[in-house]
């Protein structure tokens, strides 16, 4: 997997789902890799209002949540504007 794209559209969620309350709002982008595979993410690090169509971004390993039970912490992918 590439882990450079662009940004094609986002949108930013107020409403965020159970175990995400401390990341609202988060904002969620529809990113065209490098190899012309779209992916749904989530941006992170970055300033909602300087966002724009056609960002360059790169994708960046971070914690995804932590399971309140067992304190097992999940990782993956999210992307960050270049």
Known sequence: MPKTGKVLTFTRL????????????????LVELDNGVKVVTQLVDTNYDSLKMGDAVKAVFRRVRTDG??????????????
């Open 14 to 29: 107020h409403d965020v789902m159970p175990g995400f309350q401390d990341e609202d709002p988060m904002t969620f982008g």
């Open 69 to 82: 039970e067992s304190g097992q912490i999940f990782y993956g992918y999210k992307f960050v504007k270049v």
